[in-house]
């Protein structure tokens, strides 16, 4: 992994504040084989996963599956995955439903707390669905990933005896991309997560210890003062479209973690080149307030070259037997540098290839510089006491109105 600063700030080299990594969870042999053997038996029996999870129980999910999925024929995927839970349409789940007539169907619901509103909810609805569906084979079909010991979630799986696998509870919900649940919904898509976990490995081995300069730290020491000097945003950029779900994840570890005590950049995401015919006016010359990280793959898979013509009719002959990507990849560089012209400093991300291992490394990566950050602005990373308001503020204002429409 490279990375490379074009910002004309002065990176600081050294760090004595390395936070406690035990936050991260390495994952058993046994767990490893028990994820694998339950994707296989999905593989086998089911055209969709339905994964039922809100935040950080779905998005690192997706991130990967999204990057290392076909864009279009997914035909070679083992199984589809599809989310609920994280949202309240009732559209949806009705459209959902119909949806899954006719195609086989597994359930993984995934919630450490066990009682986040959205999607118990939605496993409300579903539950009900795959007895009717299904009948006392449903339970086979319904895998639950959770706390250990705690939650209504875990009291529901005990009695109902589905199978069940364990959020460690030291790892919240945003940094639980490398646990159950996570790999399971990966692993039933046909992707390598031991090379996914080996990319992780690296990363961490990379990061640890009296590294005073490694990657993840200068990362967070740039953003950190970037921030002091009035950038209060950070724009996390790509090229690559099957990135845009990865951007996702990236907001939510860094919201979630830093966004606290009034403090913290405020992460935002951007896809190239689609943004830049639309909010790449803003980021050229609006307001000054943002820097920018572009993450770039060098080698992504199935180029396409471009082809000479005789007549040149549309003038791109001078483009000719270059390949798409190269193209992309120079696209980048004049994008950085026409932001870096107008005033937006840019962070280089580089990765050598686009798959399981290096996306493994890069969401690695990003935690340990998330929790570095933090640590800089003096926040807790690892909880969210401002997304708990929100859970029992409704709760409440829906418990109210029960009642009223009980009287
Ligand atoms: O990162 C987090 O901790 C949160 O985004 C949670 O994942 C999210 O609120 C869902 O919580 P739970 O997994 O308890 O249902």
Redesign the pocket.
């Known amino acids: 992994m490279m990375l490379t600063f074009n910002s004309p700030i002065q990176i600081i080299n050294s760090c004595n504040q390395i936070p406690d990594m035990s936050h991260y969870h390495e994952i058993s042999f046994n767990e490893l084989l028990k994820i694998n053997l339950v994707a296989e038996e999905i593989k086998n029996n089911a055209q969709i996963l339905l994964v039922i999870?809100?935040?950080?129980?779905?998005?690192g999910s997706r991130a990967v599956i999204d990057a290392l999925s076909p864009y279009f024929d997914q035909s070679d995927l083992g199984v589809k995955v599809i989310y609920a839970?994280q949202n309240m349409s009732g559209a949806y789940l009705n459209q959902l439903l119909a949806y899954l007539h006719n195609k086989e169907v597994y359930v993984n619901v995934?919630?450490?707390?066990?009682?986040?509103m959205?999607?118990?909810l939605a496993f409300r609805l579903i539950k009900k669905y795959m007895e009717k569906r299904y009948g006392a084979f449903s339970k086979n079909r319904i895998i639950i990933t959770?706390d250990a010991t705690n939650?209504i979630?875990k009291q529901v799986a005990d009695i109902e005896g589905y199978r069940q696998f364990v959020?460690p509870s030291n790892i919240?919900?945003?940094?639980?991309v490398f646990t159950p649940?996570g790999l399971l919904p990966i692993a039933v898509t046909g992707v390598d997560i031991e090379e996914f976990l080996n990319g992780a490995k690296q990363a961490d081995t990379d990061t640890n210890g009296d590294t005073s300069n490694h990657a993840a730290q200068q990362y967070a020491f740039t953003r950190y003062e970037l921030y002091k000097q009035g950038y209060s945003v950070e724009l996390l950029a790509s090229f690559e479209p099957r990135l845009s779900n990865l951007h996702e994840w990236w907001k939510?570890?860094f919201g979630?973690?830093e966004g606290k005590e009034y403090k913290g950049l405020y992460p935002s995401t951007v896809n190239y080149s689609t943004d830049l015919h639309a909010i790449g006016q803003f980021i050229q010359e609006g307001s000054r307030i943002m820097f920018e990280t572009l993450i770039h793959f060098e080698e992504v898979e199935a180029d396409m070259e471009i082809p000479f013509t005789i007549d040149d009719i549309d003038g791109l002959n001078y483009l000719g037997g270059r390949s798409m990507n190269s193209i992309n990849a120079i696209s980048k560089d004049g994008v950085a540098l026409a932001h870096e012209e107008g005033g937006v400093p840019v962070v280089k991300i580089v990765m050598p290839k686009l798959d399981a291992y290096h996306v493994g490394y890069l969401m690695f990566f990003f935690m340990k510089a998330c929790v570095i950050s933090a640590s800089l602005l003096e926040v807790n990373p690892?909880d969210?006491p401002g997304?708990?308001a929100y859970?029992r503020k409704m709760v409440e204002l829906l418990k109210n109105e029960a009642v009223l429409v009980k009287e």
């Open positions: 999870g809100v935040g950080g129980s779905f998005l839970g995934i919630s450490k707390s066990g009682s986040t959205e999607p118990a959770t939650g979630l959020i919240g919900g945003r940094y639980s649940a939510q570890l979630e973690s690892f969210q997304v708990e859970k």
